[in-house]
Nanobody, 122 residues
Framework: QVQLVESGGGVVQPGGSLRLSCVVS????????MGWYRQAPGKQRELVAV???????NYADSVRDRFTISRDNAKNTVYLQMNSLKSEDTANYYC????????????????WGQGTLVTVSS
């Protein structure tokens, strides 16, 4: 079983910063892409940022130059540094990982965390 646990959400004023973390644990063979998605009330879940195992990032246009994704492969952890936060960044942020698990063979698993709430408000 694979678990993703996020941390670091909270309430911050506009222009402030937060750092999210997500640790992948459990029984698995490997992790490829790791990323962050978010879902605001009444809206669909959207990609925020994703990073390959080799360290190549990809960002949504709305967060480019404000957010930075990074990962520590030795710790099975992905981070999201969020700067210059805006009210429109308010959402539940979900960690996602493409995990290979061994179950009679190697199978791909699209794993999700439970979400951490980020609220940007004055």
């Amino acid at each position: 079983q694979v678990q993703l646990v996020e941390s670091g959400g909270g309430v911050v004023q506009p222009g402030g910063s937060l750092r999210l973390s997500c640790v992948v644990s459990g029984s698995f063979y490997s992790i490829s892409d790791m990323g962050w998605y978010r879902q605001a009330p009444g809206k669909q879940r959207e990609l925020v940022a994703v990073m390959t195992k080799g360290g190549s990032p990809n960002y949504a246009d709305s967060v480019r130059d404000r957010f930075t994704i990074s990962r520590d492969n030795a710790k099975n952890t992905v981070y999201l540094q969020m700067n210059s936060l805006k009210s429109e960044d308010t959402a539940n942020y979900y960690c996602n990982a493409a995990v290979a698990v061994i179950d009679g063979g190697i199978h791909a698993l699209d794993a999700w965390g439970q979400g951490t709430l980020v609220t940007v408000s004055s």
